[in-house]
């Protein structure tokens, strides 16, 4: 039997969802780092790390005050990308060299004075942020992207502005203005993505109704969702929004959850069953009481949860950060060498500054500016658009080291639809429709896909299922409860090991069958076999898996024979049967300890050790499994086709990305010594205006391999 537990193991236990008291001491280094308590702000986009938050509404619901301060910092990109657009507009037109560039001439009276007014609004306001980004940079971290792009822009503008008033030489206005526009532009787009990423789940907050029908004695008043507290009955009408988290008390109906856990069939509740709020009540009436509210419900927390994700950093932009500050170290020794040489040369020394601004100027490439935020928030997109909900962006992008996959069998490879296909009596007191009968009554409140489809077949049946007393979880093997004065256990055959308890030869009639057993008082009473049909798509998923060289390898906790059946007809490399969830962890780490990059798949909740030590954990299905914090991937349904895309899209984002910085960083390889002139004993020096034109295709085509992206998930 697999993981089959207590059916709170298979719910969503919203009481465990504290960030605040999250113990990861247990967590691999890369998961225990992400600090759910603190607000580090280090790594936010640039200028988002000076803003203030500590000005956020604390009784805003969780997720909701950093979402509008995404939203408001990226208004202000917008405006001043906008803005200093129009305003660079007439410094191109009006710019000699590029009037000289394209052979024409139309110039104002006092145009050197005009280029600097409009000019000196496009570097003070436009680049403010990266202006201020920069001070953020030197008081903590040291030289970055603000720091590339400020001591590019500062020397532009300024030099430029001494050859308005008085110094020899082209001005670099033009130049000053495209970089800033470009660069706001490339920030604007990395802030989208950052507030695109979670925006499916913000979206769920409207879902919440604005006020709840509460039942107050025998009167119904309508109050806010705010004045709502725990232990409060509310009634929820037909077609109306679920208000709170709570338990039913009263009715039974189904509920449309696809908003909140991707399930598009209505699901059964009834009494005593977990409702979540922002859920959509059918044709019933019921009555709730309330649970959670507020900042605890599951919708707060699963925004909370996601937001504080979006907020790391993954490799490949650290490595743009690094790659960045090596830039400004370099543009900064070759730019002063550039002078001196030139200098040493006997050459003037306006001719020498204009070559050192040049070379200053150039090493700041628009396009490693754009290089990752494009790719990100492209990736961020199109996998939202097919079900891959990115927690972890290292995670995303390691996923292709991936080797060694490893399954949970129920629900990923299979449907998880389980039917009912023989009950035997092993006990001459008991027939097999009164084994079916006292089993039924441990396995009606829980979700478990067995537990389900044994109720399936007892109301197919018609039978009257008997209430349970001191119901009890055995973990990982079963259930027990008192039933009608007699202690009933159904559990796996493992447990039958455990207790020495012999297993009937005829037990497993057919290798593809899935066997509990029922125990009466201590003895063996008799047994249920249920069938599982393994999805069509997995035998796809799986020759994707092995085309791209990744064994794959499936962990149950079914039988023997039943795992060998599945494994052999789907081509596995390799089966663990009678699993309890602790012992994955050490299949996890015995796949690592052979050298394999290791991926995790299973239920967020019960397999929250392996998924945490997994090297890249992703959790599959239902909305349990979007509750599971130690997973580094979620996805929205069980499909194992969508984990061959998520790792072959993984693959292709990283590729995009490095492609991204070679074309960005190979620009400058090339342009900064032509600019500072190594070719001059050859009449060459890159200018300006043919290094703006390199800078702008470079730009180009990291904007159009970016795009690319787009065309690579689902490709095998």
Same mark, same amino acid.
């Given at each position: 039997?697999?993981?089959?537990?207590?059916?709170?193991?298979?719910?969503? &236990?919203?009481?465990? @969802? #504290?960030h *605040? /008291?999250? +113990? =990861?001491? $247990? %967590?691999? !280094? &890369?998961?225990?780092? @992400? #600090?759910? *308590? /603190?607000? +580090? =702000?280090? $790594? %936010?986009? !640039?200028?988002?790390a000076? @803003?203030d938050h500590?000005?956020? +509404?604390?009784?805003?619901?969780?997720?909701?005050?950093?979402?509008?301060?995404?939203?408001?910092?990226?208004?202000?990109?917008?405006?001043?990308?906008?803005v200093?657009?129009?305003?660079?507009?007439?410094?191109?037109?009006?710019?000699?060299?590029?009037?000289?560039?394209?052979?024409?001439?139309?110039?104002?009276?006092?145009?050197?004075?005009?280029?600097?007014?409009?000019?000196?609004?496009?570097?003070?306001?436009?680049?403010?942020?990266?202006?201020?980004?920069?001070?953020?940079?030197?008081?903590?971290?040291?030289?970055?992207?603000?720091?590339?792009?400020?001591?590019?822009?500062?020397?532009?503008?300024?030099?430029?502005?001494?050859?308005?008033?008085?110094?020899?030489?082209?001005?670099?206005?033009?130049?000053?203005?495209?970089?800033?526009?470009?660069?706001?532009?490339?920030?604007?787009?990395?802030?989208?993505?950052?507030?695109?990423?979670?925006?499916?789940?913000?979206?769920?907050?409207?879902?919440?109704p604005?006020?709840?029908?509460?039942?107050?004695?025998?009167?119904?008043?309508?109050v806010?969702?705010d004045?709502?507290?725990?232990?409060?009955?509310?009634?929820?009408?037909?077609?109306?929004?679920?208000?709170?988290?709570?338990v039913?008390?009263?009715?039974?109906?189904?509920?449309?959850?696809?908003?909140?856990?991707?399930?598009?069939?209505?699901?059964?509740?009834?009494?005593?069953?977990?409702?979540?709020?922002?859920?959509?009540?059918?044709?019933?009436?019921?009555?709730?009481k309330?649970?959670?509210?507020?900042?605890?419900?599951?919708?707060?927390?699963?925004?909370?949860?996601?937001?504080?994700?979006?907020?790391?950093?993954?490799?490949?932009?650290?490595l743009?950060?690094?790659?960045?500050?090596?830039?400004?170290?370099?543009?900064?020794?070759?730019?002063?060498?550039?002078l001196?040489?030139?200098?040493?040369?006997?050459?003037?020394?306006?001719?020498?500054?204009?070559?050192?601004v040049?070379?200053?100027?150039?090493?700041?490439?628009?396009?490693?500016?754009?290089?990752?935020?494009?790719?990100?928030?492209?990736?961020?997109a199109?996998?939202?658009q097919?079900?891959?909900?990115?927690?972890?962006?290292?995670?995303?992008?390691?996923?292709?080291?991936?080797?060694a996959?490893?399954?949970?069998?129920?629900?990923?490879?299979t449907?998880?639809?389980?039917?009912?296909?023989?009950?035997?009596?092993?006990?001459?007191?008991?027939?097999?429709?009164?084994?079916?009968?006292?089993a039924?009554?441990?396995?009606?409140?829980s979700?478990?896909?067995?537990?389900?489809?044994?109720?399936?077949k007892?109301?197919?049946?018609?039978?009257?299922?008997?209430?349970?007393?001191?119901?009890?979880?055995?973990?990982?093997?079963?259930?027990?409860?008192?039933?009608?004065?007699?202690?009933?256990?159904?559990?796996?055959p493992?447990?039958?090991r455990?207790?020495?308890?012999?297993?009937?030869?005829?037990?497993?009639?057919?290798?593809?069958?899935?066997?509990?057993?029922?125990?009466?008082?201590?003895k063996l009473?008799?047994?249920?076999?249920?069938?599982?049909?393994i999805?069509?798509?997995?035998?796809?998923?799986?020759?994707?898996?092995?085309?791209?060289?990744?064994?794959?390898y499936?962990a149950?906790?079914?039988?023997?024979?039943?795992?060998?059946?599945?494994?052999?007809?789907?081509?596995?490399?390799?089966?663990?049967?009678?699993v309890?969830?602790?012992?994955?962890?050490?299949?996890?780490?015995?796949?690592?300890?052979?050298?394999?990059?290791?991926?995790?798949?299973?239920?967020?909740?019960?397999?929250a050790?392996?998924?945490?030590?997994?090297?890249?954990?992703?959790a599959?299905?239902?909305?349990?499994?979007?509750?599971?914090?130690?997973?580094?991937?979620?996805?929205?349904?069980?499909?194992?086709?969508?984990?061959?895309?998520?790792?072959?899209?993984?693959?292709a984002?990283y590729?995009?990305?490095?492609?991204?910085?070679?074309?960005?960083?190979?620009?400058n390889?090339?342009?900064?010594?032509?600019?500072?002139?190594?070719?001059?004993?050859?009449?060459?020096?890159?200018?300006?205006?043919v290094?703006?034109?390199?800078?702008?295709?470079?730009?180009?085509?990291?904007?159009?391999?970016?795009?690319?992206?787009?065309r690579?998930?689902?490709?095998?």
């Amino acid at each position: 039997m697999e993981n089959h537990k207590d059916h709170k193991d298979k719910k969503m &236990d919203h009481s465990k @969802m #504290n960030h *605040d /008291k999250e +113990d =990861h001491s $247990n %967590l691999p !280094a &890369d998961k225990a780092g @992400m #600090n759910h *308590d /603190k607000k +580090d =702000h280090s $790594n %936010l986009p !640039a200028g988002e790390a000076g @803003m203030d938050h500590s000005s956020h +509404d604390g009784n805003a619901p969780m997720g909701m005050a950093g979402h509008d301060h995404h939203k408001m910092m990226v208004a202000d990109f917008r405006k001043r990308f906008w803005v200093s657009l129009v305003i660079t507009i007439p410094i191109l037109f009006f710019s000699p060299m590029i009037q000289e560039f394209f052979g024409y001439d139309f110039r104002l009276p006092g145009n050197p004075y005009y280029l600097f007014a409009l000019s000196s609004f496009v570097y003070f306001w436009g680049a403010w942020p990266f202006l201020k980004g920069f001070y953020g940079e030197m008081k903590t971290k040291g030289a970055g992207m603000m720091t590339l792009i400020s001591m590019a822009i500062s020397v532009a503008y300024f030099y430029s502005t001494a050859t308005v008033f008085g110094l020899k030489g082209e001005d670099f206005f033009w130049e000053l203005s495209t970089l800033i526009v470009i660069m706001l532009l490339g920030h604007w787009i990395e802030m989208k993505s950052v507030l695109g990423a979670s925006k499916a789940l913000q979206l769920l907050v409207s879902m919440l109704p604005s006020e709840a029908h509460k039942v107050v004695g025998d009167t119904i008043q309508d109050v806010k969702l705010d004045d709502l507290i725990k232990d409060d009955i509310i009634l929820i009408k037909p077609g109306e929004k679920i208000p709170a988290d709570g338990v039913i008390t009263e009715g039974s109906s189904y509920l449309n959850e696809s908003m909140l856990t991707g399930e598009s069939k209505p699901v059964k509740k009834e009494l005593d069953d977990k409702v979540i709020g922002g859920a959509i009540n059918g044709n019933s009436t019921l009555k709730v009481k309330v649970e959670h509210t507020g900042k605890d419900s599951y919708l707060s927390k699963v925004i909370k949860m996601v937001d504080e994700a979006q907020r790391t950093k993954s490799k490949m932009q650290n490595l743009s950060d690094r790659a960045a500050k090596w830039l400004t170290y370099i543009a900064l020794a070759i730019g002063f060498g550039t002078l001196a040489v030139w200098l040493i040369l006997g050459f003037p020394f306006v001719y020498a500054l204009e070559r050192m601004v040049t070379v200053m100027v150039i090493a700041c490439p628009h396009a490693l500016g754009l290089a990752i935020p494009l790719v990100v928030a492209i990736s961020t997109a199109v996998s939202a658009q097919n079900g891959l909900l990115i927690r972890n962006r290292t995670a995303f992008e390691e996923s292709r080291k991936i080797s060694a996959l490893l399954f949970d069998k129920t629900g990923t490879l299979t449907k998880g639809d389980f039917g009912v296909t023989r009950i035997e009596s092993v006990d001459k007191k008991y027939s097999s429709a009164e084994v079916l009968r006292l089993a039924s009554a441990l396995e009606q409140s829980s979700e478990h896909p067995i537990a389900v489809g044994i109720i399936k077949k007892v109301k197919a049946d018609k039978v009257t299922i008997p209430k349970p007393e001191k119901f009890n979880s055995i973990t990982g093997k079963g259930v027990e409860a008192n039933v009608e004065g007699k202690e009933i256990k159904v559990v796996s055959p493992g447990y039958l090991r455990d207790e020495k308890i012999a297993i009937p030869d005829d037990a497993y009639s057919d290798a593809a069958e899935t066997v509990v057993f029922v125990l009466i008082d201590g003895k063996l009473a008799g047994y249920i076999a249920l069938s599982d049909e393994i999805r069509p798509e997995s035998a796809e998923a799986i020759k994707t898996f092995k085309k791209n060289n990744i064994k794959v390898y499936m962990a149950t906790g079914d039988n023997e024979k039943t795992a060998k059946a599945v494994s052999d007809k789907l081509g596995l490399d390799g089966y663990y049967a009678e699993v309890l969830p602790h012992q994955k962890v050490e299949i996890v780490k015995d796949l690592q300890d052979k050298g394999e990059f290791v991926a995790m798949t299973g239920d967020g909740v019960n397999d929250a050790p392996a998924l945490a030590q997994a090297n890249v954990g992703v959790a599959v299905g239902s909305g349990s499994d979007i509750a599971a914090e130690t997973a580094d991937i979620i996805l929205v349904n069980s499909n194992p086709k969508d984990i061959a895309n998520l790792i072959l899209f993984g693959k292709a984002t990283y590729n995009k990305m490095i492609q991204n910085l070679i074309w960005a960083t190979g620009y400058n390889v090339v342009a900064i010594p032509l600019a500072a002139g190594v070719l001059y004993s050859t009449g060459f020096v890159l200018g300006p205006a043919v290094a703006a034109v390199f800078m702008s295709l470079s730009t180009i085509i990291v904007a159009i391999n970016a795009q690319l992206l787009k065309r690579k998930i689902g490709k095998k």
